[in-house]
Structures are given as C-alpha cells and as structure tokens.
C-alpha cells in the first residue's frame, strides 16, 4: 500500500488517496485521509451560501446562543442584501426563516425592554431619591454608609467573643 498527493488544478484542493495492490490486479481506492481545506471550499461558496463562524468553546458565550448557534448556521449575507434571486429555494426559505427568527428576536426584546422599565425592575429602589441629591449629599451618604458598615463589623466580632454559660440547677 502506499500513499499518493493528487493535485486537483480546478478547485486547487489536496486529497491524499490510498493505493492497494493485490497480486492479480491493480485498482485505487479513493479513500480521502486528509479532510479538504474548509477555507478553499468557504470562498468558492457564493456569499448567500457562507456561514457566519464562531467560536463554540467560548466559556463568555450564552448558552441559549450556543444552542442555537449549534443548529441552526447563520448566513453571512442574506440574497436580498446582496441582490442575488438566482439561488435555490431551499436557501431562500432558509434566509427568509433565519431572517423572521432575528426579527422576532429584536421584537421580544424590546417589548420586554419596555416592560421592565414601566414595571420598574431596570430601576433602584431608592432611584427617585438619588437621582436629585447633589455631591455634598452623595459624600454624607458615603460617610454614613461607612460608620454604618464599620458599627455592624465591631457588633459582629463582640458577638462572636462573647461566651455563654449554662447554668443547670
């Protein structure tokens, strides 16, 4: 057996195929060992038909994005950006399908957006306060804060120093 590099001059891609040998005849496999260049196949793909790529392995990234991400592939442009209609069908439901989900997307987002502010979950509590006060004001309120924080500290450790006894009678 042994091993052969066969250059492909239209696509300009390598396979490495494998060649057997028996006693009675001599045939080749076509056995691909070598998977192909993903970049030279990438850029023969007309744009429409391209995937946006992202790094999965990111541990910063949402894992509903992953999951989605994982199935469904985004494309890069869609046909009606680019102005291509002359592509199959099938990539046209899938343009139109990935482009209504994006939509809806962005619109549930907003409603919710909307709905957090006029419930008040995307506000302080004390919002309405601190949104008049002044810098001296901000400055008393630090100093307070402070004194408040250093008075729970020394109660904690005294509570902790403090030794109870059990008297049985």
Same mark, same amino acid.
């Given at each position: 057996?042994?091993?052969?590099?066969?250059?492909?001059?239209?696509?300009? @891609?390598?396979?490495? #195929?494998?060649?057997? %040998? *028996?006693?009675?005849?001599? *045939?080749?496999?076509?056995?691909?060992?070598?998977?192909?260049?993903?970049?030279?196949?990438? @850029?023969?793909?007309?744009?429409?038909?391209?995937?946006? #790529?992202?790094?999965?392995?990111?541990?910063? %990234?949402?894992?509903?994005?992953?999951?989605?991400?994982?199935?469904?592939?985004?494309?890069?442009?869609?046909?009606?950006? #680019?102005?291509?209609? @002359?592509?199959?069908?099938?990539?046209? %439901?899938?343009?139109? &399908?990935?482009?209504?989900?994006?939509? &809806?997307?962005?619109?549930?987002?907003? =409603?919710?957006?909307?709905?957090?502010?006029?419930?008040?979950?995307? *506000?302080?509590?004390?919002?309405?306060?601190?949104?008049?006060?002044?810098?001296?004001?901000?400055? #008393?309120?630090?100093? =307070? &804060?402070?004194? &408040?924080? @250093?008075?729970?500290?020394?109660?904690?450790?005294?509570?902790?120093?403090?030794?109870?006894? =059990?008297?049985?009678?």
């Amino acid at each position: 057996v042994s091993v052969h590099n066969i250059n492909m001059s239209d696509s300009d @891609q390598s396979i490495q #195929t494998k060649t057997s %040998m *028996s006693k009675d005849s001599f *045939s080749f496999e076509d056995v691909p060992i070598a998977s192909l260049s993903s970049e030279s196949s990438e @850029q023969d793909l007309p744009e429409e038909e391209q995937c946006v #790529t992202v790094d999965l392995q990111d541990p910063k %990234m949402d894992p509903l994005e992953w999951t989605v991400r994982r199935v469904l592939p985004i494309p890069k442009k869609y046909y009606w950006e #680019t102005g291509n209609y @002359q592509i199959s069908t099938r990539t046209k %439901m899938w343009h139109r &399908a990935i482009g209504t989900l994006g939509f &809806a997307l962005k619109c549930a987002e907003k =409603i919710g957006e909307v709905l957090a502010n006029v419930s008040g979950i995307n *506000s302080s509590r004390y919002e309405d306060v601190t949104d008049f006060m002044n810098d001296e004001e901000w400055e #008393t309120a630090r100093e =307070i &804060a402070d004194e &408040a924080r @250093q008075r729970r500290k020394e109660l904690k450790s005294r509570e902790e120093r403090v030794e109870y006894t =059990i008297q049985v009678v």
